[in-house]
């Protein structure tokens, strides 16, 4: 899966950082609209990463107090559906 550098949602756009995180493997910056993903991580972790925090920025937009270990679930799930399931173009 391609990271994107930005996403729209709720009317916003939610920059997309990857860089050296020290103390986890991503976060979604509620105030500053961002959500960064650690580069040292794997790039499966990066893609599950990304889906979490993606499922955080709607659950903060649809206030939505989803636990965490919901998320989690939802965030591997997801990651596993859209990398696994992808058809490549054909020339």
């Known amino acids: 899966m391609k990271i994107p550098n930005e996403i729209k949602m709720g009317g916003h756009t939610i920059t997309v950082t990857i860089r050296r995180l020290e103390d986890n493997h991503g976060y ?3 105030e500053k609209l961002q959500i960064h993903i ?3 991580s794997p790039e499966s972790i990066q893609n ?3 889906i979490h ?3 955080e920025a709607a659950c903060f937009f ?3 107090a989803l636990p965490h270990p919901n998320i989690q679930s939802l965030g ?3 990651a ?7 058809t490549k173009e054909t020339a």
């Open 28 to 30: 979604f910056d509620a």
């Open 38 to 40: 650690d580069s040292a």
């Open 48 to 50: 599950e990463t990304f």
């Open 53 to 55: 925090e993606v499922i």
């Open 62 to 64: 649809a206030e939505i």
């Open 76 to 78: 591997l799930l997801m």
């Open 80 to 86: 596993q559906a859209i990398c696994d399931n992808q």
